[in-house]
């Protein structure tokens, strides 16, 4: 009977897999076509995903899969949906910047129930089960114990959307955090984000218009690493959501209410 840590064991071998993928078209070479004015996609995303779905579905191939490249998975429905997404952080690859990582989530009856995010160029594999902690290469996470928002180092980012939709952009958020929060910083990577939410590095974090690949791995970790994660009005977070605020939990409050100020 299959367990938790056989969902485990695949998702950390896909994750390696895809990592050596990644940084092998790296060195190689690689195509890059555009989805969007900004939205980029390379080989190197099709080669890692092909990778990921292809371990996940011969191991479970009564399982659903959610990819950012390839979208759903067909086939009867399950209790199981993976969350993938071969390449956070694209527009950093094309240019060799090295902020990017694999990421691949198992939703189970609809809750998130474990997270992994591989960053191959630093090595660190971030991990989480529900209700067992988060760990980095196996040593435990915990968030950082920043008390205020003046105290606080914020990561956030802007949507591939951004030059088209100027009533959401999150310039306006930009500024008041800036002015309120010790520093404001920006990977370029949403999951590697979390993972640095969860590992103290940042405070907090905030961002709009993510999809589920993006957060599905990256918000179980800040939450089994003691951290809070909500909309941006305090409400519950779900994946399928287009608002995310997360942090240590001491700032929480005050982050929400950022996005009130006038």
């Not at 990561?155 to 008041?176: A, C, I, L």
Request: charged letters at 25%; one cysteine or more; a negative charge.
């Amino acid at each position: 009977m299959e367990s938790l840590d056989d969902y485990k064991s695949v998702a950390l071998q896909a994750a390696r897999e895809a990592g050596q993928i990644l940084l092998d078209w790296m060195e190689k070479g690689f195509t890059v076509e555009f989805k969007g004015v900004m939205d980029l996609v390379t080989n190197a995303d099709h080669a890692s995903e092909e990778a990921i779905v292809k371990r996940i579905s011969s191991a479970f191939p009564e399982h659903q899969i959610l990819a950012e490249e390839s979208g759903a998975s067909s086939g009867p429905s399950s209790r199981y949906k993976w969350v993938v997404d071969p390449l956070d952080g694209t527009t950093n690859f094309t240019h060799r910047y090295a902020a990017f990582c694999v990421s691949i989530g198992l939703e189970i009856d609809g809750v998130i129930g474990m997270g992994v995010v591989y960053d191959p160029v630093r090595k660190e594999l971030f991990v989480a089960e529900r209700g067992k902690g988060a760990e980095c290469n196996g040593t435990p996470l915990s968030v950082s114990q920043a008390p205020t928002l003046n105290h606080a180092l914020l990561s956030t980012g802007f949507s591939y959307d951004v030059r088209q939709d100027k009533s959401e952009n999150n310039f306006e958020f930009f500024r008041r955090f800036v002015v309120r929060a010790q520093g404001v910083r920006r990977t370029g990577s949403a999951a590697i984000d979390l993972c640095y939410v969860a590992s103290g590095r940042f405070d907090g974090f905030w961002e709009m218009k993510l999809k589920p690949w993006d957060v599905a791995a990256g918000s179980l970790i800040v939450i089994e690493a003691g951290g809070a994660i909500t909309d941006f009005s305090g409400k519950p977070f779900s994946i399928y959501g287009d608002e995310l605020v997360a942090s240590n939990g001491c700032i929480q409050e005050e982050m929400v209410s950022v996005f009130f100020d006038q």
